[in-house]
């Protein structure tokens, strides 16, 4: 996002969204300046003049537009506050405020959607779907797509696809032309395979029967197949194998809560929660920031509160935490990868090249990954696992869309219990057959996934 730009932004929040009237307000200025001195008939005229020009560079309408927008992305509270001080999200919020007060016939947002909380994105949903103009987007968030576009262009290999449609229907149609594209691929092979053989036999038949018609013909074909546009061999996307399986299942009752609260010195975060997971359930744990849900994962994994938190029999727990560190950061990849890898030198490396760490990258120390790249070895060490209980804390956080659905695919075969948070609403409608929202330091369940979350919930 563009907004607001590299000026200087030491300033407050309406001094931003005011900077977009930068020349409403030089006039109103002029104005002002000749208000004191309305007393020959040239200073009226001049006056008229500029509040003509005002008028229709809608300076009366400045207080509404910026109410608009200030009420929608509720921002009235931080009007007075210096930009420089706000979180991420708050940035976000006033960029995308800033930006809206304008009206522009086109829109381009890059990644509009990070650090929205989910009450925001919603709005913001909305006020997209609604707007007259022209929007060009590009965003991770397959949720917000499917509610706002309604073509989808996709950019590989240097060429552009169109789909006439969402993202949800991009998925399925771009599936259906691979399977075209590929049978079409096939076909064609099919026919040049048989044009050979015609041309083989028809060359035999001229040389046993010393016949020169055969050989023209076979020439006549060898003539259509130099000029037939020969179809590329469509390229299989890769697909990280993600198999979780299993060792040996849990018992029934897999984790049992009770009455457990967790403060950190007199900050209560929760307080007197009760939960249960059965063996086999998805379940997503949600709540706005800070209210306590990564420490509660960690709370399951750690034995501090043994008297609260009971796990089943057999119970062997995959845990990925928010944050990934690795043990020992100095180490390589093929380092860390070989404590969790039971396998030959050889078989490891084949091994982590499937998920995409090739030849000399296995010797990239740990500390220096990507996120993406760590959740990827992260993955690798989850799935030597096979454990029956997985754990894990916004998964989704650092992994493109192509990751994310293998994952989500992977996942949803899963035979084991998946206990996961996230806000990344498709993978939880995806995934999760209940969620357990954490709300005013207590747990509340919903029965479903995230659509059903959104509809039940109390306001
Ligand atoms: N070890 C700690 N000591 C003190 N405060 C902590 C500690 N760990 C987390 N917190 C605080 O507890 C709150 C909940 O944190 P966390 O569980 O990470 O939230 P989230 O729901 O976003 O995952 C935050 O305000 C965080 O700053
Ligand atoms: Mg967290």
Redesign the pocket.
């Known amino acids: 996002m563009q907004i607001p730009p590299k000026e200087n932004n030491d300033c407050l929040v309406k001094d931003i969204l005011m900077r977009n009237f930068k020349e409403i307000f030089e006039v109103e200025k002029k104005m002002h300046e000749l208000e004191s001195n309305l007393n020959d008939e040239k200073s009226l005229m001049s006056y008229g003049k500029l509040e003509e020009q005002y008028e229709k560079m809608g300076g009366y309408k400045v207080d509404e537009k910026i109410s608009k927008v200030c009420h929608g992305f509720k921002i009235y509270d931080m009007l007075d506050r210096n930009y420089n001080t706000l979180s991420g999200g708050e940035k976000t919020i006033v960029n995308l405020a800033s930006l809206m007060i304008l009206n522009p016939d086109i829109l381009l947002l890059d990644e509009p959607t990070n650090h929205l909380d989910i009450d925001t994105l919603e709005w913001f949903e909305n006020f997209l779907r609604n707007y007259k103009g022209t929007i060009l987007i590009s965003s991770h968030d397959r949720y917000f797509l499917d509610k706002v576009a309604t073509k989808v262009v996709l950019i590989a290999h240097g060429k552009e696809d169109i789909y006439c449609g969402n993202y949800t229907y991009y998925l399925k149609e771009s599936e259906r032309r691979d399977l075209a594209e590929f049978e079409q691929y096939k076909n064609q092979q099919k026919q040049i395979e048989a044009m050979k053989e015609t041309i083989k036999k028809l060359r035999e038949w001229g040389s046993r029967g010393d016949n020169p018609r055969f050989f023209k013909r076979a020439h006549c074909i060898e003539r259509r197949l130099e000029k037939m546009e020969v179809l590329e061999k469509p390229e299989k996307k890769k697909n990280l194998p993600l198999d979780f399986v299993i060792d040996e299942r849990s018992g029934k009752d897999v984790l049992t809560v009770e009455d457990l609260s967790i403060s950190?010195?007199s900050?209560e975060?929760l307080s007197h929660i009760n939960f249960h997971l059965q063996y086999g359930e998805k379940v997503c744990l949600m709540?706005?920031?800070?209210?306590?849900?990564?420490?509660?994962l960690?709370a399951i994994l750690n034995s501090e509160y043994k008297e609260n938190i009971i796990l089943g029999s057999h119970a062997m727990i995959g845990y990925i935490p928010?944050e990934i560190h690795f043990e020992n950061e100095k180490e390589t990849i093929l380092e860390v990868a070989r404590h969790s890898f039971s396998g030959t030198e050889t078989q490891l490396r084949a091994s982590l090249a499937k998920f995409f760490f090739y030849g000399e990258n296995v010797k990239k120390r740990v500390e220096s990954l990507s996120g993406g790249e760590k959740v990827r070895l992260k993955l690798f060490e989850l799935i030597q696992k096979k454990a029956n209980i997985l754990i894990l804390?916004e998964p989704t956080n650092h992994i493109d869309i192509d990751t994310k659905e293998m994952l989500e695919e992977a996942l949803k075969e899963y035979q084991g219990t998946l206990f996961f948070?996230s806000h990344d609403r498709y993978f939880i409608n995806a995934l999760a057959e209940r969620v357990l929202n954490?709300e005013d330091k207590s747990i509340v369940s919903y029965l479903g996934n995230y659509d059903f979350y959104k509809e039940h919930r109390k306001e």
Do not use: A, E, W, Y
């Open positions: 950190f010195g900050r975060l709540g706005k920031n800070g209210t306590g849900k990564s420490t509660l960690k928010q804390d948070v954490i």
